[in-house]
């Protein structure tokens, strides 16, 4: 195969060595494999299965593969802690009202980053850069209560929808398996 017109891959792409380049270009690489045998679901935006996953960033955390999603089923909502901030709360907002999910699954682990750091980190931050952030580090000890505060937040939040159907886990990173927590 020559140039194609719907592809941005430079000429030649295809021949290059996979070991030279950032890990960017790795990805990119990747992804014309990945485009070149994707075919178009045929989807809308609206996640099949009315649910929306608010989890940690954790790289050993493969949600559609622990909960054996499928593309298309679910959004997708992920950051340091997998902590309900407002932004977690303006896509969830979004997600409900916009895009129809009424399920909301919260996800936290075994082994999350932010048990070993504390508010301090936000301190030292400050201190090094002359700027105290406007976010909080969210560090937590208990990962139970943890959970239970975003469930809570959830639950609580004026703008969405759908708070009924609000159930919080500890993902175990050495089992891979579930352990839901008592929202009590
Ligand atoms: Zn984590």
């Known amino acids: 195969m020559s140039m194609t017109t719907s592809a941005s891959v430079p000429a030649g792409s295809t021949d290059a060595p996979a070991s030279s380049g950032t890990v960017t270009d790795r990805l990119v690489e990747a992804n014309a494999q990945y485009a070149a045998?994707?075919?178009?679901?045929?989807?809308?935006?609206?996640?099949?299965?009315?649910?929306?996953?608010?989890?940690?960033?954790?790289?050993?955390?493969d949600l559609h593969a622990a909960l054996g999603l499928d593309l298309g089923d679910c959004h997708t909502i992920r950051n340091a802690g997998?902590?309900?901030?407002?932004?977690?709360?303006?896509?969830?907002?979004?997600?409900?009202?916009?895009?129809g999910t009424r399920s909301v699954v919260l996800i936290h682990h075994t082994n999350c980053g932010l048990e070993s750091l504390t508010e301090d980190f936000r301190h030292e931050l400050e201190m090094e850069v002359g700027q105290r952030p406007a976010w909080a580090v969210e560090a937590f000890r208990d990962v139970d209560q943890d959970v239970r505060q975003a469930m809570?937040?959830?639950?609580?939040?004026?703008?969405?929808?759908?708070?009924?159907?609000?159930?919080?886990?500890?993902?175990?990173?050495?089992?891979?398996?579930?352990?839901?927590?008592?929202?009590?």
């Open 152 to 184: 809570q937040r959830v639950r609580t939040s004026p703008f969405l929808l759908h708070t009924d159907d609000v159930r919080g886990f500890v993902f175990d990173v050495k089992s891979g398996l579930l352990r839901e927590v008592d929202p009590a």
């Open 82 to 99: 997998g902590v309900v901030t407002d932004d977690v709360i303006r896509s969830l907002t979004i997600s409900q009202r916009a895009l």
């Open 37 to 61: 045998e994707f075919t178009d679901p045929g989807m809308d935006a609206r996640p099949v299965l009315n649910v929306a996953v608010v989890a940690c960033m954790d790289a050993r955390l």
